[in-house]
């Protein structure tokens, strides 16, 4: 990190440096900056360029909920259970 500067107290702003990776660039993101959104290495993050601006904006993508069987069957009940429906047959599937 060469320099940062609070420019508000919710604000952060801090000069990185691009370093190739693979056929690609790479930036570090200091720590305050990394807890102050909450990502974490393995993290996913949307990047944006906005091209009429030359800025990149990165957003931690939301993490996807992961739901265990257990969980979403105790949730049925009577009430929210749909009635069977009939397909009738087609061709020689056994049922």
């Known amino acids: 990190m060469i320099s940062k500067k609070n420019y508000e107290e919710d604000d952060f702003m801090s000069t990185v440096?691009?370093?190739?990776?693979?056929?690609?660039?790479?930036?570090?993101?200091?720590?305050?900056?990394?807890?102050?959104?909450?990502?974490?290495?393995?993290?996913?993050?949307?990047?944006?360029?906005?091209?009429?601006?030359?800025?990149?904006?990165?957003k931690p993508k939301k993490k996807r909920k992961s739901y265990k069987l257990d969980e979403l069957l105790s949730q049925i009940t009577p009430e929210n259970r749909h009635k069977e429906i009939d397909f009738n047959r087609e061709g020689r599937e056994l049922i």
């Open 17 to 58: 440096i691009a370093q190739k990776w693979g056929n690609s660039l790479g930036i570090r993101i200091p720590k305050e900056a990394a807890d102050r959104i909450g990502i974490d290495q393995g993290s996913e993050m949307e990047l944006r360029v906005i091209g009429s601006e030359n800025t990149l904006t990165l």
